[in-house]
């Protein structure tokens, strides 16, 4: 407890931390979709110029993705691990995970509506 803090230690967990990140966008299809869906978000802030507020809210709601999804993989590979075949409490486990991410990816569709619809209204607005 009252040991200094190992900053080589520290620093070798980021490593390991971005292997993960890399191994999830790289092999995950899922996270595929939600990489897209973010690099989007973020194209359409800097075209709408969105503000602070609204920058850290779509910020907040791809690291609540992200992080769901790297949870959820990593619930999925113990559980490939424990049970390969076919058992029914693996399925409620997984598809329960699974749930996890998929109340936070409509949430992230609502933010993202409420943000850019109003915007993309205002240039249907000024062309017609
Ligand atoms: N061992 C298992 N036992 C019971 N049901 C399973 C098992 N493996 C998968 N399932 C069912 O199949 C669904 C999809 O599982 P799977 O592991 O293929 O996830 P996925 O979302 O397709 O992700 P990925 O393609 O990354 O593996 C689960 O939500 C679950 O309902």
Same mark, same amino acid.
Not at 54 to 67: F, H, N, P
């Given at each position: 407890? *009252?040991? %200094?803090?190992? &900053?080589?230690? @520290?620093? /070798?967990? +980021? !490593?390991?931390?971005?292997?993960?990140?890399?191994?999830?966008? !790289?092999?995950? *299809? *899922?996270?595929?979709?939600?990489?897209? @869906?973010? =690099? =989007?978000? $973020?194209?359409?802030?800097?075209?709408?110029? &969105?503000?602070?507020?609204?920058?850290?809210?779509?910020?907040?709601?791809?690291?609540? =993705?992200?992080?769901?999804?790297? +949870?959820?993989? #990593?619930?999925? /590979?113990?559980?490939?691990?424990?049970? %390969?075949?076919?058992? %029914?409490?693996?399925?409620?486990? /997984?598809?329960? @995970?699974?749930?996890? =991410?998929?109340?936070? #990816? &409509?949430?992230?569709?609502?933010? #993202?509506? +409420?943000?850019?619809? %109003? /915007?993309?209204?205002? &240039? $249907?607005?000024?062309?017609?």
């Amino acid at each position: 407890m *009252n040991q %200094p803090i190992n &900053i080589r230690k @520290a620093i /070798k967990s +980021f !490593r390991y931390a971005g292997i993960g990140i890399y191994s999830l966008f !790289r092999y995950e *299809n *899922n996270a595929k979709i939600h990489l897209l @869906a973010a =690099v =989007v978000a $973020f194209i359409a802030g800097i075209y709408f110029n &969105i503000s602070n507020i609204e920058w850290c809210i779509i910020i907040i709601q791809i690291a609540l =993705v992200w992080a769901a999804e790297a +949870f959820n993989t #990593a619930i999925e /590979k113990i559980a490939d691990m424990i049970s %390969p075949t076919y058992h %029914p409490t693996i399925k409620i486990i /997984k598809d329960v @995970a699974a749930a996890g =991410v998929l109340t936070l #990816a &409509i949430s992230a569709i609502f933010v #993202a509506g +409420f943000i850019f619809l %109003p /915007k993309i209204w205002d &240039i $249907f607005q000024t062309i017609y």
